[in-house]
């Protein structure tokens, strides 16, 4: 096997035993931890550490270690995080939350660094255009990468189904689920009982071994894209520590990237309601906890096919009408959700849900990164550095006002951040269409997860 397509595949299979383990469970600390809001101060906290990470420690770490030990290194706060979980507290969650905040932004950035390194390396020795080789590897990253959320929901709903059925949910408490919810995801409803210890700490053994494997292969299989860097022959003085630490914020003198904030901001937001209220609000309070993995699963396998399909569709109809349709699709799940009054009974409805919104999520996923990647290509660690920053301040908003907001009122903030995100985006365009000197398509680098995955981190 060639050796650049080899490193793509240990990257990529890392990162899917990593985030198998971490979407996961991420989707489920709402309704585990729902006592005082432990499970949403435990994510609010994490993304909060994510975005002042973001500010300084991926060039930092990127530079002076390498992306193969950035990336090693930063999936321990993710392991961390896990272990976290045996035994839930304030005292246990919220400090590894920040460890596994202080390794996301370093693990994205440096994942994005990888393989566009690479995949312009590899373009030289075959003699082809940059673009068409980055754009094969990170289709590939992405295809293995998005199936991370299907593996990881379906051992959870594996797991827990195993709890014993509970009786019907009463009509009254039907009555508070939905965008009607003002629990602020503080009081444990019938459904949202956690599952017997024994279930919860077999999960938990299963995702702390896949995230110790993950570091296992990256470790040992992965080369670092140093070696590869130096084939292009030259070795470049490193740039002074405090250029290297302001180098985050000095891209923000580009009016195109202010306004392009808006666009990992609402990726965030978005991202952050579907983990966070749809799973607990709509999911667990109507049908049970057991069925969160399974929904989401849907959403996954959605946002993996079309995080492809954009990916060759853009080529044809450029990255504006992708744009477009990723909006018009979660404005009308956005306002659907609003009028919705779910039912045990309506059971697909879940699933179309979820399914529609992987639909939009895939646009923010590919388009976004890919967009960052064309525009700031001379920048590269610094803007997926001030990307994952204002993709994490998304989540912190999400996560932080879950507390106290009713889910109809964080629905209609959603409307409205992606109304304006929408304008801003457009007025990007227009500059863009006004110099025709840059390049107008995405090249699809570092197109993304976070699915974080983000949760995406």
């Not at 050796?3 to 991420?26: C, D, E, I, K, P």
């Not at 697909?348 to 525009?375: P, R």
Request: net charge neutral; aromatic share 12%; proline share 4%.
């Amino acid at each position: 096997m060639e050796r650049s397509l080899r490193n793509v595949l240990v990257v990529s299979s890392g990162f899917l035993l990593l985030f198998t383990a971490y979407g996961g469970l991420q989707n489920l600390q709402s309704s585990l931890y729902s006592e005082d809001g432990l499970g949403m101060s435990a994510l609010s906290t994490l993304y909060g550490t994510v975005l002042l990470s973001s500010m300084f420690l991926p060039p930092l770490l990127i530079r002076s270690l390498g992306c193969k030990w950035t990336i090693a290194v930063s999936m321990c706060g993710y392991v961390a995080f896990s272990l976290g979980n045996f035994s839930a507290s304030w005292y246990t969650l919220i400090p590894t939350s920040i460890l596994l905040g202080l390794g996301a932004a370093p693990l994205w950035s440096a994942q994005c660094t990888y393989l566009t390194i690479a995949g312009n390396a590899r373009a030289r020795k075959a003699g082809k255009l940059s673009k068409d080789v980055v754009n094969q590897y990170f289709g590939i990253f992405f295809l293995i990468f998005q199936s991370s959320g299907v593996w990881g929901n379906l051992i959870s709903s594996l797991v827990f189904g195993q709890t014993p059925s509970k009786e019907a949910i009463p009509e009254e408490q039907l009555a508070t689920c939905g965008a009607r919810d003002c629990q602020m995801a503080t009081t444990p409803s019938n459904s949202t009982q956690r599952p017997s210890p024994e279930l919860i700490y077999t999960l938990l053994g299963i995702y702390t071994g896949s995230g110790v494997l993950a570091i296992l292969l990256i470790v040992v299989f992965l080369e670092n894209i140093q070696d590869v860097q130096r084939e292009g022959g030259g070795e470049r003085k490193s740039p002074p520590f405090w250029s290297t630490l302001l180098s985050t914020f000095k891209l923000f003198r580009d009016k195109r990237l202010c306004l392009l904030t808006l666009l990992p901001l609402y990726s965030g937001l978005q991202q952050g309601f579907l983990s966070g209220e749809y799973t607990r609000s709509y999911v667990t309070c109507t049908l049970g906890i057991q069925y969160v993995g399974y929904v989401m699963i849907c959403f996954s396998a959605t946002d993996s096919l079309c995080s492809l399909l954009y990916g060759k569709l853009s080529q044809y109809t450029g990255r504006v009408a992708i744009f477009a349709l990723g909006a018009a699709t979660q404005l009308c799940c956005s306002v659907a959700l609003l009028l919705w009054t779910p039912h045990p009974d309506q059971l697909a409805v879940f699933f179309v849900f979820s399914g529609l919104w992987g639909v939009a999520d895939a646009v923010w996923q590919t388009q976004n990164n890919a967009l960052f990647g064309v525009l700031f290509e001379e920048n590269k660690e610094s803007a997926f550095a001030s990307y994952r920053l204002f993709e994490a301040l998304g989540f912190v908003i999400a996560f932080g006002y879950s507390t106290f907001l009713c889910v109809y009122v964080k629905l209609y903030i959603l409307i409205g951040v992606l109304s304006v995100t929408m304008v801003a985006y457009g007025t990007v365009e227009y500059l863009e269409s006004e110099n025709p000197g840059r390049p107008l398509e995405p090249t699809q680098a570092c197109q993304e997860e976070v699915k974080e995955i983000q949760t995406k981190m």
